[in-house]
């Protein structure tokens, strides 16, 4: 099996810091025997956070790929606005 080094550790940090708080809170609500849904509901969604963000794929564009489709975007952005002037 093939591990996948992560690109860039700030996601990583993050969500192993998602994880960790949603973990925390399931712990204290354990411990103290107060379950809160609404509490509940974050956990998931801090957990489900935490590892999408551990397996995202870190973006890594060279400043020609971005040069590249800054001109793609200000291209379409006069598209749009000859379209609109035709339209309004």
Known sequence: M???????????????GAIAA???DLIA?????DW???????DATGLFTGF????AR???????E???DRQKL???QAVVEKVADKVL
């Open 2 to 16: 093939r591990v996948r080094l992560p690109k860039n550790w700030r996601t990583t940090l993050a969500g192993v």
């Open 22 to 24: 949603a973990l925390g």
């Open 29 to 33: 609500q354990f411990t103290t025997k």
């Open 36 to 42: 809160d849904a609404t509490r509940l509901g974050a």
């Open 52 to 55: 999408g963000l551990i397996f």
């Open 58 to 64: 870190d973006a890594v564009v060279s400043e020609q």
């Open 66 to 68: 971005h040069h590249e």
């Open 74 to 76: 200000v291209a379409t």
